[in-house]
T-cell receptor, first 117, second 111 residues
Framework: SAVISQKPSRDICQRGTSLTIQCQVD?????MFWYRQQPGQSLTLIAT?????????ESGFVIDKFPISRPNLTFSTLTVSNMSPEDSSIYLC??????????????FGEGSRLTVL | GNSVTQMEGPVTLSEEAFLTINCTYT??????LFWYVQYPGEGLQLLLK?????DKGSNKGFEATYRKETTSFHLEKGSVQVSDSAVYFC??????????FGTGTRLTIIP
């Protein structure tokens, strides 16, 4: 298993500002993922962050808006840049832990709830 | 593309009631199917899963059977408890590809 800590757990931000969310894992993991959960919507994958390489972004998400760092195997950050009210969401960090059978299991942090005014 | 449709909430039940949360999927092929649960103030955690047709996943009294003929993976529990109050997400994926989630169903159990 994996224990994931996210900071901040919630924040209220002003339009046009940027906020960085931190994700700390209690073990070394290869793949880390950032999800967004907009109000009343399902979870949407923003990007996959692998240590030592550029993050891979899903369709509709770009690095300029959501820059990601992955400096080591236990830590990652997601920045939400130049925020607008449409960015109000819960942002979740997730990691994949390999199981003996080869398939991985995803573990999630508790999420960071951002409200943009 | 792949998609998951699950019962809209919120769902409110009395303690010891029978629970069903419907989940159907659209996919090309036979994905793995999952139910995740998010308790208040916590991150999502895997509740159960099934990787092939007719498999039954079970955990904490919850069950779900992979029904290929109806492309469904309904979540059931015979007698719910207040501690089952949470948001439940149905999801699917193929191999190591990303998960596709449903919109979540908020369940509230009243004593």
């Amino acid at each position: 298993s994996a224990v994931i800590s996210q900071k901040p757990s919630r924040d209220i931000c002003q339009r046009g500002t940027s906020l960085t969310i931190q994700c700390q894992v209690d073990s070394q993991v290869t793949m880390m993922f950032w999800y967004r959960q907009q109000p009343g919507q399902s979870l949407t994958l923003i990007a996959t962050a692998n240590q030592g390489s550029e993050a891979t972004y899903e369709s509709g998400f770009v690095i300029d808006k959501f820059p990601i760092s992955r400096p080591n195997l236990t830590f990652s950050t997601l920045t939400v840049s130049n925020m607008s009210p449409e960015d109000s969401s819960i942002y979740l960090c997730s990691v994949e832990v390999a199981l003996r059978q080869g398939a991985g299991e995803l573990f999630f942090g508790e999420g960071s709830r951002l409200t943009v005014l | 593309g792949n998609s998951v449709t699950q019962m809209e909430g919120p769902v409110t039940l009395s303690e010891e009631a029978f629970l069903t949360i419907n989940c159907t999927y659209t996919a090309t092929g036979y994905p793995s199917l999952f139910w995740y649960v998010q308790y208040p103030g916590e991150g999502l955690q895997l509740l159960l899963k099934a990787t092939k047709a007719d498999d039954k996943g079970s955990n904490k009294g919850f069950e779900a059977t992979y029904r290929k003929e109806t492309t469904s993976f309904h979540l059931e529990k015979g007698s719910v408890q207040v501690s089952d109050s949470a948001v439940y997400f149905c999801a699917l994926n193929f191999g190591n590809e990303k998960l596709t989630f449903g919109t979540g169903t908020r369940l509230t159990i009243i004593p």
